[in-house]
Every structure is written in structure tokens, then in C-alpha cells.
């Protein structure tokens, strides 16, 4: 299986948007199965963002909307059987 791009989230990833689409403000804790490490390179991705005040809590930025949003890749053999 190919790598996925960096610029599409993982499950672990994509879930964390989810969580903060519906609920912003959510506190570290709350966003499990992500740990530390996953919270932290999403900051650097800027997908998620810090609420002012508290750098537990978290927000999603319009580039976390936009990989949320982006349209997965499927493979060549499925494409040809979903035809």
C-alpha cells in the first residue's frame, strides 16, 4: 500500500478534526486517540491551532477544514472496479 501524502490526514488525524469541527475549544485530553506527538505536528501543519490563552485546548484552522475536505486518492484497481 503507498504511502499516504502528508498534505491528507491519517485516521488518527482526521478524527482529531472531526472532534474539533463539531466541538472547537476541546481540551488535549478530549481528543484521544491522538497523543502529544500527533497534536503537535498537526500545529505544525497548521491544521489545528491553540486557543488564545490555553495551549490545551485547541481549535481547527481553515487548513484543517481544507484537509478534512480533500478528496482521498483511491487506487487504480478500485477505480476500475467501481466502473
Do not use: N
Amino acid at each position: 500500500m503507498p504511502i499516504r501524502a502528508s498534505h491528507l490526514p491519517h485516521y488518527v488525524e482526521r478524527t482529531v478534526l472531526q472532534k474539533l469541527r463539531a466541538t472547537p475549544g476541546l481540551p488535549a485530553v478530549h481528543l484521544m486517540p491522538a497523543g502529544p506527538k500527533t497534536l503537535s505536528k498537526m500545529v505544525e501543519k497548521t491544521w489545528i491551532a491553540p486557543l488564545a490563552g490555553s495551549p490545551v485546548r485547541y481549535r481547527i484552522t481553515p487548513e484543517g477544514e481544507a484537509a478534512l475536505k480533500a478528496e482521498i486518492p483511491m487506487p487504480r484497481s478500485a477505480q476500475a472496479r467501481a466502473r
